[in-house]
Structures are given as structure tokens and as C-alpha cells.
């Protein structure tokens, strides 16, 4: 056997040893990647939701531990009611319940900035019309100017912002170029954030996007709305 030959079934037996220990490391640290991957779900919710902070630092299983017992994951049918199941077109909401009533919920939403789609949650008090929360988990804008859309001073503006008026017409968050005492009357900043300097695109995603994910949950707002007059 030429060298060339025994060249040739060592690469190839060399492959064929590191292809098959990859493939395995990559099943074995599947259950892993999706409890981490669950974890950091169930993180963002949480704090949108307002249970937990952006400063704090619990671990996995206390992560885990806290949303289990807060938490319940429901789907909005087309009726707008929530039902424990999965069902066609249904729109996913977590809620905190007190007594029995909604007390919070988040939903999820995703705009389009400048560069890439932002994913995060919204949470609203059980009013359907006042913020309790906010947060992002993914996004691809530039560092430093619409990349700010994560950080803790452009979401904690939304908390206690209103997204509809006293009548109920829903208005949304709006996110405005530049400082909101600036350029909104007093009797209307309730309903708008201050944006991102240099970010004006990514502002103007999240402002139209947002507005489109809370219309689509109208029909269960509009379920909350009618007990809280009742």
C-alpha cells in the first residue's frame, strides 16, 4: 500500500471518528441547549412582567422555580378568550392571576428596526390599558444607537405608560425623536417614550410594530375591559 493510500484512510478514518464524537456531542447537549433556551424565555417574561429585575442575578433553577409558581401560559383564541391549549391562529399570553382574576399579562411582540427584527414582551396591568413592564431579548441594531432598544432606561420609560385613552380607543406607545417633553403636550405624553438619538428608524419600527402586535390582542382586552365595568 502506497504512502499516498494509507494518507488517504487516515483522513478519511479521521473524519469519520470527528464527524460521528461531534454528532454525538451535539445530540447529548440538546436537553441542555433547550432548558437554557427555555430558561432565558421564561427570564425575559418575568421581567416584563415586572417579578424580576434586570439587576438581579438568579440561576437557572430559581428561574425556573419563580415562573412555575407565578406564571400561566395561555392562548387567546378567536374569540379573544384565553384557553389553556394550543388553537389554530392562537396568539400566546402569560398572566399572573390574584384571586382568580388576571392581575398582569405579557404578550410577545417583534418590530423591524433598522437592521434586523427586535423580539421581546410587553406586560400590561389586568386595566388592558396601563404598562407594567417591558423587555427585549434579540435584535440586531447598532451598538450604541438603536442597539439601546435593550437597555434599562429606553424600556423602563414604558412602565406606566398608558396604550389607550380614557374612552378605550387604543393608541399604543409611541416612540418619539428625541425628548417627549419636548415635543408632546402635557395632556398626551402618557402615551409616548423618549427614542434612541441616532436611532430614528429603530424607533419608528417599535412604535408601528408594537401597535400591530396590541391590536391583535383587542379582542381579549376588550373581554377585560367589559368585567372591569361590570
Known amino acids: 500500500m502506497s504512502s499516498n493510500t494509507k494518507s488517504f484512510m487516515f483522513a478519511f478514518i479521521m473524519c469519520c471518528v470527528v464527524g460521528l464524537l461531534l454528532t454525538l456531542a451535539a445530540e447529548g447537549l440538546k436537553p441542555l441547549q433547550a432548558r437554557n433556551m427555555l430558561v432565558d424565555q421564561q427570564k425575559n417574561i418575568l421581567r416584563a412582567l415586572g417579578v424580576?429585575?434586570?439587576s438581579d442575578k438568579w440561576d437557572k433553577d430559581q428561574v425556573l422555580s419563580v415562573y412555575t409558581n407565578t406564571v400561566e401560559s395561555l392562548y387567546v383564541d378567536e374569540a379573544g378568550q384565553p384557553v389553556s391549549e394550543a388553537v389554530t391562529d392562537g396568539l400566546p399570553m402569560y398572566v399572573?392571576?390574584?384571586?382568580?382574576?388576571i392581575q398582569r399579562y405579557a404578550v410577545p411582540f417583534k418590530a423591524y428596526g433598522l437592521w434586523s427584527w427586535i423580539h421581546g414582551y410587553i406586560a400590561l396591568d389586568g386595566d388592558a390599558s396601563t404598562v407594567v413592564g417591558m423587555s427585549v431579548y434579540k435584535h440586531a441594531e447598532t451598538p450604541g444607537l438603536g442597539g439601546e432598544c435593550d437597555k434599562p432606561w429606553f424600556l423602563n420609560q414604558f412602565i406606566d405608560k398608558k396604550i389607550r385613552k380614557p374612552n378605550g380607543e387604543l393608541v399604543s406607545i409611541g416612540v418619539v425623536k428625541g425628548k417627549v417633553g419636548d415635543t408632546i403636550a402635557s395632556d398626551q405624553q402618557a402615551y409616548y417614550v423618549d427614542g434612541m438619538s441616532g436611532?430614528?428608524?429603530?424607533?419608528?419600527?417599535?412604535?408601528?410594530?408594537l401597535r400591530t402586535t396590541l391590536q391583535q390582542y383587542e379582542g381579549f382586552a376588550g373581554i377585560l375591559l367589559k368585567e372591569k365595568q361590570s
Open 52 to 54: 424580576m429585575q434586570a
Open 96 to 101: 399572573i392571576r390574584k384571586a382568580g382574576a
Open 199 to 209: 436611532a430614528t428608524i429603530t424607533g419608528v419600527g417599535i412604535d408601528r410594530d
